[in-house]
């Protein structure tokens, strides 16, 4: 080979080497910042999303259309929607009381080479959150209809702006760092004329003129309910029974059980049982029972929605009680719900089968119950079976390999441990818990159940 030809090819392997370094390294260094801003355009569209559901679940006011609605103002929503979505998700929900914190924490994965937050707590903007009719021919003539039917007091009064539209936009921070000159004598960055912004819009028509409560279906079926239009007379005719004795007389016959434009909702006495099975009422106790149902529904919201449990609420008692029992795994825990709002402690009751004999499984419970700070109280207690087949409670089970002894070579059936776990707060408020573990079976398999009661020197409870 000639050497002007090697010549050659040894230059053109050094431009490549070059090229390379100017080319392929500032690429690779971009590239993550490349995924910070895909990772910012996905977060917009699923804070949209999630603004857009939330009106769907809670209005802007209260007046649903003769029931009591759940409301959440656009400012708190966007400020959920940023905390979620434009910050650190890992602290939105810790353990507070029973209840989420919604404070804003610095996404740590969006900084630049130089640790510059590119996100701040106000660069996500909740603009547009509103509810509107959705536009199509169907949604325009059944609205007409229904309108000019409300008008003479006969039709549903349906919901027809049941279109949430939401609209986000992030703007993001210039990431610093020094690329070149504008000119010699004024120095900039080239990522000073980024300037992105990341806007993202999602829109749900989820209305399903569903019942909200037992008030809005009383309100939607009396407005198409004939009598209902003659309902004042309820009045009329109480007053003439109670002149009367509580009876009509005359041209007026027994009028006590009239009530004009009453609508059935859920009353056990007059509704089949199996058409209640799913549905609780609250008992009616002087307007207790909103208390009620508001504590059944935040029990419920911090068991399910923050601690993972499945739920389910039994039917009233002769009291009004309700008991919510709620499960997750081998735990089940369960706690009365009076007609005032206030609780009983909760109970929990947790249940492990396991192939261990009776002390070993005991031990093993009460090693695990300490590492979570309960302390033994009394016991454990065991009771055994000897091979006459006396049964000993409170046996000395160190006198089972004694050949002298009555215990000797008996079967060790159960054993009880009480356990408590105390906490303080500060501030002289304190929380304790007492469990009672009992342990069941024999020398191969036993099965332990913890049941325990909490109890703290603050809050409502209630006992009877």
Same mark, same amino acid.
């Given at each position: 080979?000639?050497?002007?030809?090697?010549?050659?090819?040894?230059?053109?392997?050094?431009?490549?080497?070059?090229?390379?370094? $100017?080319?392929?390294?500032?690429?690779?260094?971009?590239?993550?910042?490349?995924?910070?801003?895909?990772?910012?355009?996905?977060?917009?569209?699923?804070?949209?999303?999630?603004?857009?559901?939330?009106?769907?679940?809670?209005?802007?006011?209260? !007046?649903?259309?003769?029931?009591?609605?759940?409301t959440r103002s656009q400012?708190?929503?966007?400020?959920?929607?940023?905390?979620? $979505?434009?910050?650190?998700?890992?602290?939105?929900?810790?353990? !507070?009381?029973?209840?989420?914190?919604?404070?804003?924490?610095?996404?740590?994965?969006?900084?630049?080479?130089?640790?510059?937050?590119?996100?701040?707590?106000?660069?996500?903007?909740?603009?547009?959150?509103?509810?509107?009719?959705?536009?199509?021919?169907?949604?325009?003539?059944?609205?007409?209809?229904?309108?000019?039917?409300?008008?003479?007091?006969?039709? $549903?009064?349906?919901?027809?702006?049941?279109?949430?539209?939401?609209?986000?936009? @992030?703007?993001? !921070?210039?990431?610093?760092?020094?690329?070149?000159?504008?000119?010699?004598?004024?120095?900039?960055?080239?990522?000073?004329?980024?300037?992105?912004?990341?806007?993202?819009?999602?829109?749900?028509?989820?209305?399903?003129?569903?019942?909200?409560?037992?008030?809005?279906?009383?309100?939607?079926?009396?407005?198409?309910?004939?009598?209902?239009?003659?309902?004042?007379?309820?009045?009329?005719?109480?007053?003439?029974?109670?002149?009367?004795?509580g009876k009509g007389y005359?041209?007026?016959?027994?009028?006590?059980? @009239?009530?004009?434009?009453?609508?059935?909702?859920n009353d056990p006495a007059?509704?089949?049982?199996?058409?209640?099975?799913?549905?609780?009422?609250?008992?009616?106790?002087?307007?207790?029972?909103?208390?009620?149902?508001?504590?059944?529904?935040?029990?419920?919201?911090?068991?399910?929605?923050?601690?993972?449990?499945?739920?389910?609420?039994?039917?009233?008692?002769?009291?009004?009680?309700?008991?919510?029992?709620?499960?997750?795994?081998?735990?089940?825990?369960?706690?009365?719900?009076?007609?005032?709002?206030?609780?009983?402690?909760?109970?929990?009751?947790?249940?492990?089968?396991?192939?261990?004999?009776?002390?070993?499984?005991?031990?093993?419970?009460?090693?695990?119950?300490? !590492?979570?700070?309960?302390?033994?109280?009394?016991?454990?207690?065991?009771?055994?079976?000897?091979?006459?087949?006396?049964?000993?409670?409170?046996?000395?089970?160190?006198?089972?390999?004694?050949?002298?002894?009555?215990?000797?070579?008996?079967?060790?059936?159960?054993?009880?441990?009480?356990?408590?776990?105390?906490?303080?707060?500060?501030?002289?408020?304190?929380?304790?818990?007492?469990?009672?573990?009992?342990?069941?079976?024999?020398?191969?398999?036993?099965?332990?159940?913890?049941?325990?009661?909490?109890?703290?020197?603050?809050?409502?409870?209630?006992?009877?």
């Amino acid at each position: 080979m000639p050497a002007s030809a090697r010549r050659q090819r040894g230059q053109a392997i050094a431009e490549t080497i070059i090229a390379s370094a $100017f080319l392929l390294v500032p690429l690779f260094l971009i590239m993550t910042l490349l995924m910070r801003y895909l990772s910012m355009d996905v977060a917009a569209q699923q804070a949209a999303r999630y603004a857009a559901f939330q009106r769907t679940v809670y209005m802007p006011n209260s !007046n649903l259309r003769g029931a009591t609605a759940a409301t959440r103002s656009q400012a708190e929503i966007q400020a959920d929607t940023r905390a979620r $979505f434009f910050g650190d998700p890992t602290g939105i929900c810790s353990q !507070n009381g029973g209840l989420c914190s919604t404070a804003y924490q610095a996404q740590p994965l969006w900084e630049d080479a130089s640790g510059q937050e590119l996100v701040g707590q106000n660069s996500g903007t909740l603009g547009t959150l509103s509810n509107a009719a959705s536009g199509t021919l169907q949604d325009t003539l059944i609205g007409g209809i229904f309108s000019a039917l409300n008008v003479v007091g006969i039709g $549903f009064d349906l919901n027809t702006s049941g279109l949430t539209t939401a609209q986000v936009s @992030l703007v993001p !921070n210039d990431p610093n760092g020094t690329i070149g000159y504008d000119n010699l004598a004024s120095p900039s960055t080239l990522y000073n004329h980024l300037a992105l912004t990341f806007n993202a819009q999602d829109a749900l028509l989820a209305d399903g003129w569903s019942a909200a409560n037992p008030g809005n279906v009383r309100h939607q079926i009396s407005s198409v309910l004939p009598t209902s239009l003659f309902s004042p007379l309820n009045s009329v005719i109480s007053a003439t029974n109670v002149s009367l004795g509580g009876k009509g007389y005359g041209l007026l016959p027994d009028l006590s059980g @009239l009530t004009l434009g009453y609508v059935l909702v859920n009353d056990p006495a007059e509704v089949p049982a199996d058409r209640l099975a799913n549905y609780n009422p609250p008992p009616n106790n002087g307007g207790n029972g909103n208390a009620q149902a508001q504590q059944l529904q935040t029990l419920t919201t911090i068991y399910v929605n923050q601690l993972g449990y499945t739920c389910s609420q039994s039917a009233p008692a002769g009291n009004g009680v309700i008991t919510l029992t709620c499960s997750i795994g081998s735990t089940t825990t369960t706690i009365d719900v009076y007609p005032s709002g206030c609780t009983t402690p909760p109970q929990s009751s947790t249940t492990q089968t396991a192939s261990e004999s009776v002390m070993t499984l005991t031990q093993d419970q009460i090693n695990s119950l300490g !590492n979570k700070g309960f302390s033994v109280s009394s016991g454990p207690s065991y009771t055994c079976v000897e091979t006459n087949g006396t049964t000993v409670t409170n046996c000395d089970t160190s006198q089972l390999g004694n050949k002298k002894s009555p215990l000797y070579q008996a079967t060790v059936t159960a054993s009880q441990t009480s356990l408590t776990q105390t906490t303080s707060y500060g501030s002289g408020l304190s929380s304790s818990v007492t469990g009672s573990l009992s342990v069941t079976g024999n020398n191969s398999s036993s099965t332990a159940t913890f049941v325990t009661s909490s109890s703290a020197s603050s809050g409502t409870t209630c006992s009877g």
